[in-house]
């Protein structure tokens, strides 16, 4: 009997997940980390100064003197499996394998460095998917990070005759199952606690101010995201914007500058969170953890706890599950 031949025997996967975050170094060296720099600052999402002006700055001084300082930064987070991002990352789709069916394949990619977002679909498209979630892992949109991602998985499609359906993962900086992983967390990592925090602050990366004048709705989004966590604690957070690059004028008010003043103003324990970032990385657990508990205790605090982000925690996929099922509808 001859099968038609768009009939196979085998069963392939038709759907594939691609989970995406931002990316890191393959290694805590001056330079790896100036490959991953250089690929990351040189994105007109990321730093929206006209190239013939920035490349000179980038190339001429930032490429010169920052991989060395941000290598040592890295060396004191890296673990075991690597860059903590990268082994969170690889631990969520891992944990999400086997969670939409045979026909699904789960993977994930980085959108600077390895594993890139082209080799990855290039997989799923040989491994029979005809359709593909883009599910940037970015609960609050931001042109640098959401739109970059999106983008870098259009242009990979610009090359192949043959396209999968795509979609992408909307942002969720305000979805009840969001809200709810981030509060059923906190509460489990505060009962963990040995001190009753007298402050709950929660810091989102920053970015330029001038980009939210411009439209990007990510300082909105983080402003959300923090309102509906402290409605559903039933307390008030201090909401704080970390990792400022460069010198214009970023969101404030500064997670730093902040950290510092508190003490002064009475505030002498203090637990922090990071609801804007999907994974702990470079910026949670050597800005925050280890940086931010040097000032806040320098600054005369008592007590400081960094409460992880959701990461590959059952809490934090069965909430990715929730929100890619949802994206996947009418698909199964
Ligand atoms: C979560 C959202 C993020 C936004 C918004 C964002 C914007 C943004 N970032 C830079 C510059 C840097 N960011 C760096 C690291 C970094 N940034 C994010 C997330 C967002 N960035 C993550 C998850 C990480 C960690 C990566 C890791 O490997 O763990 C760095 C590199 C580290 C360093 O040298 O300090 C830079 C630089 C800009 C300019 C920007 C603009 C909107
Ligand atoms: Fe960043
Ligand atoms: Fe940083």
Known sequence: MTLPVDH???????????????????????????????????????????????QPILRGIILNTRPKKSAHAYGLVWGPDGSPLAANTKAQAAALKDAFGADVMVDYAMRYGNPAIADRLAV????????????????????????????????????????????????????????????????????????????LMASFHGMPERTLHMGDPYHCHCRKTARLLGEAMGRDLIVTFQSRFGRAKWLGPATDVTLAALPGQGVKKIAIVSPGFSSDCLETLEELAIRGRESFIEAGGTHFAYLPCLNASPVGVAMLDHLISRELSGWL
């Open 8 to 54: 196979p025997i085998v069963a392939a996967p038709r759907i594939g997940v691609l989970l995406i975050n931002l990316g890191t170094p393959d290694a805590p060296d001056s330079p790896s980390v100036k490959r991953y720099l250089k690929q990351f600052l040189s994105d007109r999402r990321v730093v929206e100064i006209p190239a013939l002006l920035w």
């Open 124 to 199: 799923m498209k040989a491994a029979g998917c005809d359709r593909v979630l883009i599910a940037p892992l970015y609960p609050q949109y931001c042109g640098a990070t959401t739109a970059t991602a999106n983008d870098d998985a259009f242009r990979a499609l610009m090359d192949m005759r043959w396209q999968p359906a795509l979609r992408t993962l909307p942002p969720y900086h305000d979805d009840a199952a969001y809200i709810a992983a981030l509060k059923s967390s906190i509460d489990t990592s505060l009962a963990a606690l040995d001190f009753t925090p007298d402050a």
